[in-house]
């Protein structure tokens, strides 16, 4: 089994639907995040969350929420999907470090697509 | 305003030869630079890092140069092989406990 997992890996709907993404980690990191892929835009960092008390808001957080239900699950919602917010999603996770880069390890990725 | 830049989106290289990957960023305070690679259909991996404290980073085949003054790192490929063909995303943190700023990717081609 994958160390992060994204479900689902793809989903279509339509402009104002209530759409969830979910992320599960078997690392044990206390760290998990949401980025968006847009071609030309590379990685866009929507919410991280440095423990289940914490949640913080990244790039562009404006027309979705999160919910960290525990260490190891972090899910992403859009509350009335728009277009614009077809994308490539990736959960990401990392461990608290006393010194080093803060490196991440991503899921697969969940292709999302709102018509 | 695009903290991390990468203005080639695109990059072919033949078989043996050496790869360079560019990246600028703007934030002097970024203290440490990370490389991912993307397959298609996959999330991106860790690669490579380096802290602002060197010039210089090495494993393997990668190599990473950082030229502090210049707000310049590049990713140095040698030999480049066609397994490497991929997107690279050159990536910057403020500190080793911040959020990871990503530059917009180039997407590397290996010719056999």
């Known amino acids: 089994d994958a160390d992060v997992t994204q479900t689902p890996r793809n989903r279509i709907t339509k402009t104002g639907k209530r759409i969830m993404l979910e992320c599960s980690q078997t690392k044990g990191h206390d760290r998990m995040y949401w980025y968006r892929q847009d071609p030309g835009l590379g990685l866009r960092l929507i919410y991280y969350s440095f423990d289940v008390k914490d949640i913080n808001k990244g790039e562009i957080s404006d027309g979705y929420s999160v919910s960290r239900q525990a260490q190891a699950k972090f899910s992403l919602s859009l509350e009335s999907a728009i277009p614009n917010q077809t994308a490539l999603y990736f959960c990401?996770?990392?461990?608290?470090?006393?010194?080093?880069?803060?490196?991440?390890?991503f899921g697969a990725g969940s292709r999302l697509t709102v018509l | 305003d695009q903290q991390v830049k990468q203005n080639s989106p695109s990059l072919s290289v033949q078989e043996g030869r050496i790869s360079i990957l560019n990246c600028d960023y703007t934030n002097s305070m970024f203290d440490y630079f990370l490389w991912y690679k993307k397959y298609p259909a996959e999330g991106p991996t860790f690669l490579i890092s380096?802290?602002?404290?060197?010039d210089k980073n090495e494993d393997g085949r990668f190599t990473v140069f950082l030229n502090k003054s210049a707000k310049h790192l590049s990713l140095h490929i040698v030999p480049s092989q066609p397994g490497d063909s991929a997107v690279y995303f050159c990536?910057?943190?403020?500190?080793?406990?911040?959020?990871?700023?990503f530059g917009p990717g180039t997407s590397l081609s290996v010719i056999p």
């Open positions: 990401a996770t990392s461990d608290r470090q006393v010194s080093g880069a803060n490196v991440l390890t």
């Open positions: 990536a910057a943190t403020k500190t080793s406990y911040d959020k990871v700023i």
């Open positions: 380096i802290s602002s404290i060197k």
